[in-house]
């Protein structure tokens, strides 16, 4: 299976959530509520969109990589990025973790943070090695635990399958420790059958970016009429032709009659 996915988790958030008050906090302020959608298309929407929902007693925000891919090039595993300070001021005593991935290279990132301190980095992708910092999470610990060290590497045991074979390197193994982190919070596991209420049932807001208006097309000054032409001639529609008569507009098909 491939996932892509990007969402920032807060366990039990104290007090009431402002949704118009974290957007321009995080650094969203001019966008404004789009639509109503579901985790299942908002965890990789691809459209630079954020949204907002709540499950098992946590906020979840997609962001499409807009905040989490500061992580991967933040160059320091144990300091907090920008979007992590501004959380977990706002949410005291709540753990504030960050999952990410992306199944074309096997990259996939988690990162908790709680009362502006660093508990646990981890990222890794079939390029990279991986870089972590702090001690291994629980969740981490039940993946690794399907490991063993074959001629100098790490490789582990599929999850998929029903066998003793350790044949996958740390990366291969994304969705089990990216999503297996997740639940941590979550209470179930993304990739699993468990997830149809949390994917599909569970409505998110979205909130977008509003779009340039379109610039205004000049319009060219109508020529001048000849003196030679015949009389009635200009009152003929600007888009007939010889073979179409007046009062027939030529249109381009829609993109979907493509027949």
Known sequence: MG????????????????????????????????????????????????????????????????????????????????????????????????????????WHLYALAKDGERIRFKSISADTPVTEWGDRLEEEIAVYAHSKLIGGKLLFKSSWKDDEVYDNTEDQMMEDFAFGVAKRHLGVNISTGEDEELMSDTPFRKYTKP??????????????????????????????????PAGKTVRPKPWWKFW
């Not at 969402?7 to 009431?16: D, L, Q, S, V």
């Not at 630079?48 to 499409?64: A, P, Q």
């Not at 000049?218 to 010889?242: L, T, Y």
């Open 3 to 106: 996932f892509k996915s990007s969402m920032i988790i807060i366990n039990k958030p104290a007090g009431e959530i402002d949704e118009a008050a974290l957007l321009p906090a995080l650094g969203f302020g001019n966008y404004s509520y789009a639509e109503d959608t579901t985790l299942e298309d908002c965890i990789y929407p691809r459209d630079k969109s954020v949204s907002f929902g709540r499950y098992n007693d946590s906020l979840i925000i997609c962001e499409d990589y807009l905040l989490t891919e500061v992580l991967e090039t933040n160059g320091a595993p144990e300091a907090l990025a920008e979007y992590e300070k501004i959380l977990t001021g706002l949410f005291p005593g709540s753990e504030v973790l960050t999952v990410a991935c992306h199944s074309a290279t096997n």
């Open 211 to 244: 779009k340039r208006p379109a610039q205004p097309t000049a319009v060219k000054a109508a020529a001048p009429e000849s003196i030679d032409a015949e009389p009635g001639a200009s009152e003929a529609e600007p888009h007939a032709s010889p073979d179409m």
